[in-house]
């Protein structure tokens, strides 16, 4: 009990004290099974992705891999749900993989069956990032799967490249050396310098939702955003915008000068087999209606 209570402690941040409670040791116990659920979940190939496409203004640039659980006893578990966990467990590493050969493989597929699609983007935790030979392992997955480098791009966030310091600088030379394009997931929520843009080869910033959400209501929101679009504009990054839903935060980022747009106004997150139809007829229409 004393050691459920120390975990406590340093779970929120350490240099404190916490009583023990019952309810650390049901949450103890919750976590123990969840974990054990995880494990069984790789084995028994219980995780599936959904694809959600990244809208240009005059066609679809790309979609983004995204994790989910099919649980049997729960239905489908959105990854902030058990991803956590997965990188506590360093599970992430056989899972990240599993969903890295997953997705070359099937845009492997989309490009063969003439798709036109120029970018698959996958999501990098930062336990991945942190491993010594990370370029090497995606060398590996390309290398089996055979997509070409140029069609992948890996999402990391801010503070996945700030934790590293130094070493986040060769590790990214050596993704960009394989041929393989990096975007900034999240951007605008981490503790930065903004001095790294320039120090490493990033292609793409990915404004992050919280932002796109308050458009057009909160003044500020929309200034960062411009501001980002901006930017990334005069460093030559190209920029998206995660989380349009409305025509309203569309007209507004688009008349700023945002390149690429994700959200549900095009396209929710769709399994592999209804992607095809999902850029075949919503999405030009959406792009601009005077198309159809
Ligand atoms: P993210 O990479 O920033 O992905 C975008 C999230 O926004 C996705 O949530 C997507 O479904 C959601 N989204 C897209 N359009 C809209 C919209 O218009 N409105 C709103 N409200 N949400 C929208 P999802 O799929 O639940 O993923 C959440 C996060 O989990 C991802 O955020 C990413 O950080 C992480 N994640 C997902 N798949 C993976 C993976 O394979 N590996 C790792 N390491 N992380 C992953
Ligand atoms: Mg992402
Ligand atoms: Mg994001």
New binding site residues.
């Given amino acids: 009990n004393a050691d459920a209570a120390m975990y406590q402690a340093k779970e929120d941040g350490r240099n404190t004290f916490r009583f023990y409670t019952e309810d650390l040791t049901r949450r103890a116990q919750q976590r123990l099974r969840m974990e054990s659920s995880l494990r069984q979940a790789l084995n028994n190939d219980e995780f599936i ?2 694809y ?1 496409p990244l809208v240009g203004t005059e066609r679809c640039k790309g979609v ?5 659980w099919d649980d049997p006893k729960n239905g489908l578990v ?3 749900e058990f ?1 956590p966990l997965a990188e506590d467990t360093r599970m ?1 590493i056989p ?2 993989e599993w ?1 890295l050969r997953t997705a070359c493989t099937q845009m492997k597929v989309w490009m063969e069956a003439g798709l036109p699609l120029g970018t698959l983007a ?4 930062p336990v ?1 990032f942190r491993q010594p030979d990370i370029a090497q392992r995606i060398a590996d997955i390309l290398a089996e799967t055979g997509l070409p480098a140029a069609h992948l791009e890996l ?1 990391i966030t801010e503070s996945t490249i700030m934790e590293q310091g130094q070493e986040a600088e060769a590790k990214l030379a050596a993704l960009h050396s394989l041929g393989i394009r990096l975007a900034i ?2 951007f605008g929520t981490g503790y930065s310098s903004l001095a790294y843009l320039k120090r490493f080869p990033i292609h793409t910033l ?1 404004i ?2 919280s932002f796109v ?1 308050d458009i057009p209501g909160n003044p500020a929101a929309m200034e960062i955003a411009a501001t980002i679009i901006a930017m990334a504009k005069n460093l030559s990054l190209e920029v998206l915008a ?4 409305t025509a309203a935060q569309f007209d507004f980022l688009k008349s700023r000068g945002c390149d690429t747009f ?4 095009f396209s ?2 769709e399994p592999a087999d209804v992607i095809p139809d999902a850029l075949a007829q919503g999405l030009k229409q959406r792009i601009d209606p005077t198309l159809n």
């Fill in positions: 992705l959904h959600q983004e891999a995204l994790l989910r959105a990854p902030m991803i992430i899972l990240g969903v996958v999501n990098l935790s991945q999402e997931d999240d990915k992050d939702q959400r995660e989380g349009v839903e994700q959200g549900y106004l929710r997150p």
